[in-house]
């Protein structure tokens, strides 16, 4: 008797396979790096280099957090009075300054210049347009009963970008009454 359910050992993918290998590399490389410093410059050198990667990272994720608070406390407001909410290019980005600002706060070398390299505008447009693309590629390859399609489907816009303010009125409830009926419970409520 079979049960449809297939016994052959899934493939690993190779994200899955070299991801653990890549970690630990990054991580011998960000120590021998650390020592060949500290045999150049000191100890007291990497320390200070290590501290003032943790001080200016903190400082960039609070800025960037700063930042990504205002915009959504704007956003909100734009909401209650009624208007469209507006794109705001100070808002763009945020999200990789912060990725940028716990690149910097990881004790390494390496991890600070990766770290530095996205603070600069240009690189972070690039990795942000890249990562969209690749985004929406992922999406319109979705099934249509997946997570990915119902995250398409949320996306839909229409094409005036009204907005309809409505309220639904049931007609099956118990006893056809007007208003708000306290002893009417959903079907599916327990």
């Not at 447009?125 to 690749?134: E, L, Q």
């Not at 390859?141 to 409505?166: E, L």
Request: overall charge positive.
């Amino acid at each position: 008797m079979t049960t449809g359910i297939s016994t052959a050992p899934r493939r690993r993918s190779p994200a899955r396979t070299f991801l653990p290998l890549a970690i630990a590399a990054w991580l011998i490389l960000e120590i021998w790096l650390l020592t060949v410093v500290a045999d150049v410059a000191g100890g007291l050198a990497v320390a200070a280099l290590l501290a003032g990667g943790i001080v200016l990272g903190a400082v960039v994720i609070k800025r960037a957090g700063r930042r990504a608070f205002k915009n959504l406390a704007s956003t909100f407001q734009q909401a209650q009075q009624g208007q469209p909410p507006t794109p705001q290019q100070s808002g763009q980005g945020n999200g990789l300054m912060m990725l940028a600002g716990l690149l910097l706060m990881l004790p390494g070398l390496i991890s600070d210049v990766a770290g530095l390299v996205l603070l600069l505008p240009p690189v972070r447009a690039w990795i942000g347009r890249r990562a969209a693309r690749s985004l929406e590629r992922k999406m319109a390859s979705a099934p249509a009963g997946s997570f990915g399609g119902a995250f398409q489907q949320a996306r839909i816009h229409y094409p005036d970008g009204k907005v309809v303010q409505g309220e639904v009125i049931r007609e099956d409830r118990p006893g056809g009454q007007d208003g708000p009926d306290a002893a009417y419970r959903p079907p599916l409520a327990p």
